[in-house]
């Protein structure tokens, strides 16, 4: 069945994914139907909620472009204000609270930000064509409400070389060829969140580029499903749980992230998707755009927290225990490092100034700690809701034990704490506690939180840059009367 | 010679203070010019930064002021919008940058904005006065320009009990005596920020009341100078230091922060000075608006690490060192932390919210994250501070040693680091950061950022009522398919 | 085949575990043989080491027994000195080492010796055989070489109930009969480690009893395959890759740990087994002394520590930037935390008192203090594991994927780091640094750091306990000055 | 009056310091007898306690010497067993509890027991006469009880040149004479504790030369009243309030430590007290084996933070709060780090191993992560003190103010808290807090924390060559089943 653009709600976009028969690889085997795979669906569960929220609550997820006039997806809006951006971490963190994990549409949404101004900027200098073609290609996207997917993580090899000096010139993504038609591209990207479930990818240099890396600076956008892409699907701890008959052991049945390595082998781009194609006197420029918007993305995360702090508060209800001075003090504390990341973020997205493009940027500064802190607090968070869980989040039986007539009724008698609490509800959140600490969400609420958006030396190294060091130097010698201070 | 209001400079404004016969007391003696002490004057330079600023930079820091349409001081303005309360953050930050210590105008601003909102609430109730008399009293000192500080900390003697349960019932601010004129007050308010250093003190109670606790339920204004106060100055560690013939040991010779036990023996307060009596069921929200508001502004803390941090930097360049990794690395941590309550901070100011008084009041979670955090960041800032110094910083002699002709030359010589670096620079750096970390200015960097506007567990308690525990369960058990779940 | 008596290495060992017949559950199905079953080998494994490593660094891993004057093995043995209880730690740690997981023999052994002196001073003031019985069956297990498993936890039902409070009487382990040749058992005890592949349990209460839980107070020896018995076995996460065909994916594939839920459905104890039955005035002291050992035996995750910090060491070489100096600082950290356990738990061993039973009891305060850091301290060597590894540890695709003819030379082409590097070999150490933080051995090396030998907060109980505040006030009071100190 | 050797108290020990003429300056001007001066007196006090604690527990702080047969002071003693060195500690941490300061004599214990198996070492190798030399030096001293100072830390000056490439030659201690009877030295050691109030000081190098460093590589013993050496004393904050009427704001009024900077002009070492000249490829083992003893010796802070931690319980008290939960939590939470410290130094010490000397040297690794934690957690045990005191610790008026006829009884009533506390008993614990936290002993528990015995880098560095990478490596990639693993 032909899709009927705009997709307007979650069914309709889970269906338009259907037929594509994208070349996905998962446990050694091609997945005829990535909608229908136990699980690789969670993940697209995870999208689909980001429709459905925006017909839920369109004032938090839905706004009017200013490029088409009509009222679109906030995930695919260019921002035109500081408010714009506060608006995302909103529906941030209210998708995190509905999702328990990551639901991968946020790197589109800072990929086209990151572009807009970019491409702009980029045109003004080399009088090149791009931003016109992305301004299209954004009215396009807005207008059928796809999923973008940003494509930047090349395998980088090893990691003391630049792209061209790499024994296998592939190891970063790089256009092998231009014809009158587009370019070619060959190379792969590394643990691409959200790429399967997507319309459209955007491929995108990963870090600044010297004269010779020439071929490597290239932006384009390309339909998920064009030919030579394969998708090779990265394993979470505990997916196979997610293929088990009983949904007992999932912990959150309904939603998980994905990511996958994705492979170009001389993919086609006609020109009109090209955003950029040798100009890497930019292409730090994007990176760090883009790193600025997707740090403070990382908002999201406190919608994760919630629930995990939610999570752990139940249990300690079902263990008997809610009251202890101990416990409380606890739940503070997980609140605290949430709500750190949260004010950060939504303090970058307020502290915004326009760019020569009139698309709004948000403070540099504040989203590189905002993103450290997300490298380790919900570590920090997890640790906490474990403590609160007790052993039982990582000794339970299987659901099959649960399940069986040989030891069912023993677990049932065993695993009761007061009278009132179902041992089943109790399992089940016990099960959430893990997926998020330990299984598969585990992978989007820490490892994740590690390194998307950039592994914690990027921001410290980002932070240094910004510090502003000398001004402060001012400012202490002027305090301690050093003759060459300079006057304020 | 008469004041002539209203105060447009720093100069005026310290001229304003002189001859006000104030029954100050210091080391034992009382002092007969406050504005002419060594150790005081350096509280009264940092709060007559905050008129030269406003001339130097009016848009940072002054505002119209709705109320009578005149520029102002933004430390005298009544928040009308989320920007507003943003603004003071950044002006607060300018003055900890500027004056590397507290400027003590902070308590005043905040207690107008709390009151503005309370009084109008508690007029709608119970039918009372008192918002049109604080509107026409902060009309008064809007056009004068004064400085008003803000006396709320009760000494409270036993923590265990009310304040009418005390032995001592003066150990609580309250009404000895009513008539025509107004009430009488008895009782004292201690470690009071910048008291002596201003025109007029709002009393206020320090916590929630009870029915039997009427008397102690008392807002007013009163002048500095009005009959029957006593003030006590707080020492600080190495006050004297002020005091000696060198300024090279101050590390900071013009600025500090000022704390005094303010006792008030039978003060008389007007009726049209009077914005509570009586009225316990509002002494809470008074004490929950003020500390909402005042906990946002530690963000001024920002501006004392920027100098601190500064001065880190400096030492390391001083000593040899600035390209280290560990060093560059320990100053990216301490701007990390810094920014970590500048973001909190600034974030709180920007989800304010409008109260029935139209006075904006900011986010209390966010702006009890953020004095949370101030409690402990600034003791790690310090702590690396003292790092980068090297020992030095706590074992060296004295200024005396330093300018005698019997060792001032060996101390030349053996503390000579680099050619190019003047050993009485290295000192005064040396010093300045001593004076932040265990000095004067130590005090007010971490003393004062661990109790002013409440100590940490008065951030957890408040923490723990704002953490919506209830919806954050439902999250997690709407995610576990947990039957009892309620629906989104 | 008979098993014979002693055993003298691990491939004995394991063989005597064979053909018992247990009711062990897993996965929902009864397991024919547990020594055969893939999920459950690698655990009988690193029991198996205990073995091995006694054969071939028999100073290290044996010593000569006073009760019998043979030769056994290290965790059989009743300490008689400081230095016994030290060797106990450098035993764990090389354990550690070898196995990088929990070899699940350190809880017998704590039993064992806190059983020695419990019972010793149980009988002097009960006048009860339970010495003499003990020190029989200790004679019996060192000169068969048995594996002691020890049985502490009960499910507890309703914390905030005693156990004869309980709804359901089973929920704490109980005597339901007395006759003249024993006693009968019911209830269970939850996540045993090592019980399965024990040839013995010893059963323990869980808590300090009061006189009515009377029937609570038991300890008694039981084989491993005495009737009445069912074994529910705790799934880990990632459990089912070690029964996936490649072993590529199992991060550590010949070790584990192991977690049992335990039920004893009226099992049988003749009274030369008993070792308490009724006398609940000493439970408390039992447990006491129990978790004094045992939360020094912790060391042993200094040695799984050390294997995480030699896998990141190790990928941070594969992926080319080992000399970088944040890398560099983050092995150091890693280290100094890691030593922070062992130091303070060969403190606690080194401090060890005599108890009137001659067996040696190590330092409690420091004991607590040792496992409160184990509470913590390997979760941040994990997450800077996680950080040192890249965001591949978390993204990594299936093994059958590498080994497919469909996409294994995409793999092997993409995920090349530098020309020595074999990418199987990076993929291998990239999963065992997900099996230590994520996979199945994250549940020993984190989950039960955490909730082993009780969780935080029972440490910070015994903490207060033992600080000695009354002492230290007067240490301050002296030096203060105050005239009611108490004279040195 | 002539001293009579072997001093056998405090207050012997004190009169032998009378009457030395030694050229010390303070503030300005040259100390008549440092003995009587009230700033530098307390400093004597906290040595005086050295020779006193031997005399009440002489099984405590004194030991028989192997070289003379005589009961001596452990301070002066050789260490001959691990036992040895764990006696230092409890002794070290006795005295911390008495003295709630730094007592000043471990640095000459340490430089005795490291020079011992360096002199022997460097003897072996170039057939030199020093270890002999030092025996009957310390023969001497030990006879005598004498305080013995180390004097190791240069003044650098620029820090990225070596001692033979500075600008001045002297910012180095170095040999400008060598003839018949000795050495000329010259230079200066900067923040020595505990000299003035010594009676022989031993000069070491602080770091590893290099061959053109040779003068620079000199030991040798110098009795403190030599001719030629200058001492100025180092200022301490809040020092002056020592020399104030009252002792009521002193905090600590019988004890604190010492810092000077000594320069040495030209003086006179004869060959008999020195121990190395010129050897320079035996610097770097002294520093090594130096810090190697000294950074354990740094359990002597969990003595000093016993009494903060008693300061801290005895302020809660007072406030009438000591039974919150979460003030009995910071408590333990103290108590936790403090014993963090001293069970690791213990450690340190127990793992001691015997020099080709005999003499024993402890653990480097666990000396150094001690002296790690000891830059970090006093700080962290400071502020919660700092906590717990409330804002009056720094707020608090003078001593005067309190003794006065003005006010004194207006304090008096408003500092009031529970009945049957005296006012001046809070005073007093107050004023502990700050001088522990801000005052003159924060100096020694806090920055001298930091610095002593090498900065925070230093350790890690010595961590990272101490750490066995390579060993760690392999037991990760066995485990990992990697071929290239080095079988076990």
């Known amino acids: 069945m032909a899709t009927t653009w705009p997709l307007t ?12 028969d994208l070349a996905v690889y998962l446990h050694g085997e091609r997945v005829a139907e990535p909608v229908d795979h136990p699980i690789i669906r969670p ?13 839920r609550e369109p004032e ?13 997806n906030r995930f695919l809006h260019v921002a035109a204000s500081a408010d714009d951006l506060v608006a995302q971490n909103m529906m941030q963190r209210k998708l995190g609270q509905l999702t328990g994990t990551c639901f991968q549409r946020c790197v589109g949404m800072d990929a086209l930000n990151a572009l807009y101004s970019v491409t702009f900027e980029l045109d003004a200098k080399h009088d090149t064509p791009y931003h016109g073609r992305l301004r299209e290609f954004i009215k396009l996207v807005q207008s059928r409400n796809c999923v973008i997917g940003g494509a930047m993580t090349d395998p980088k090899g090893d990691r003391s070389k630049a792209p061209h000096q790499q024994s296998d010139p592939d190891l970063f993504v790089h256009v092998v060829e231009r014809n009158d038609e587009g370019v070619v591209i060959r ?5 691409q969140t959200g790429c399967i479930n997507s319309h459209w990818l955007i491929v995108m240099p990963t870090m600044r580029l010297g004269p010779e890396d020439r071929d490597y600076a290239v932006i384009g956008a390309i339909p998920v499903d064009a030919p030579g892409i ?14 088990e008959p009983s949904s007992l052991d999932r912990g959150n049945p309904r939603f998980s992230g994905q990511e996958a390595l994705v492979i170009f082998d001389d993919v086609f781009i006609p020109w009109d998707r090209v955003f950029m194609d040798g100009e890497v006197d930019f292409a730090a420029m994007l990176v760090e755009r883009f790193t600025c918007y997707h740090r ?8 994760v927290g919630d629930v995990l702090i939610g999570a752990a508060a139940t249990i300690a209800d079902y263990n008997g225990v809610p009251k202890a001075s101990h416990i409380r003090d606890k739940l503070v504390e997980m609140t605290h490092l949430n709500e750190t990341i949260y004010g950060i973020g939504i303090a970058s997205s307020h502290q915004a100034q326009a760019t020569k493009s009139g698309c709004y940027l948000n403070d540099d500064m504040l989203a590189n700690v905002c993103k450290h802190h997300v490298t380790k607090l919900p570590y920090e968070i997890a640790r906490l809701a474990q403590d609160l869980a007790g052993g039982l989040v990582a000794t339970l039986p299987s659901a099959a034990d649960l399940e069986s007539d040989a030891v069912g009724a023993l677990l049932e008698k065993y695993l009761k704490t007061r009278d009132e609490v179902d041992v089943r509800d109790r399992w089940k959140i016990l099960r959430l506690i893990e997926n998020m600490t330990l299984g598969r969400n585990a992978v989007g609420y820490l490892t994740e939180s590690m390194h998307g958006a950039g592994s914690p030396q990027a921001q410290r190294i980002q932070i240094a840059r910004a510090m502003q060091l000398d001004a402060k130097k001012q400012l202490a010698k002027r305090l301690a009367d050093i003759e060459d201070a300079e006057p304020e």
Not at 296 to 303: I, L, P, Q
Request: charged share 20%; hydrophobic share 30%; aromatic share 8%.
């Open 9 to 20: 709600s979650g069914a309709e976009y889970i269906d338009s994914l259907r037929g594509r």
């Open 43 to 55: 993940s697209i569960n995870a999208v689909a909620e980001t429709y459905d929220l925006a017909a």
């Open 60 to 72: 938090l997820a839905t706004t009017i472009s200013p490029l088409t006039g009509e009222r679109i």
């Open 187 to 191: 190379g792969a990207k590394a643990h």
């Open 230 to 243: 394969t998708y090779i699907y990265g394993r979470q701890s505990c997916d196979t749980r997610s293929a």
């Open 296 to 303: 403070r993305s990382y908002v999201c995360k406190t919608g």
